[in-house]
Nanobody, 117 residues
Framework: QVQLVESGGGLVQPGGSLRLSCAAT????????MAWYRRAPGKQRELIAI???????AYAEAVKGRFIATRDNANNMAYLQMNDLKAEDTATYYC???????????WGQGTQVTVSS
């Protein structure tokens, strides 16, 4: 069974940067569009970034110009570089396919990002 394991979150000051990682264990991501989602407190999970198998990418307006999604098919890894972080970026971040659930049957635990001074 394929599992998605996110890491790299933490506490960062406004304007800071973080790089999130996602490992797809037991699976091969090369045939899938990989995406990043986040769930902020009291809100629904939302799609924020996609790095397609074609290597094209797309972003939600809230993160466009600040976040960059990349992927390493050889190692079954996905990454999210987050720059110029804002308080409103505070959330739990998850990776999955787009649409979700077609590679791994379950969501990972996510990684918490807290932006605060």
């Amino acid at each position: 069974q394929v599992q998605l394991v996110e890491s790299g979150g933490g506490l960062v000051q406004p304007g800071g940067s973080l790089r999130l990682s996602c490992a797809a264990t037991g699976g091969d991501i090369k045939d899938y569009d990989m995406a990043w989602y986040r769930r902020a407190p009291g809100k629904q999970r939302e799609l924020i970034a996609i790095r397609r198998r074609s290597f094209s990418h797309a972003y939600a307006e809230a993160v466009k110009g600040r976040f960059i999604a990349t992927r390493d098919n050889a190692n079954n890894m996905a990454y999210l570089q987050m720059n110029d972080l804002k308080a409103e970026d505070t959330a739990t971040y998850y990776c999955n396919t787009d649409p979700p659930g077609i590679l791994a049957p379950n969501w990972g635990q996510g990684t918490q990002v807290t932006v605060s001074s």
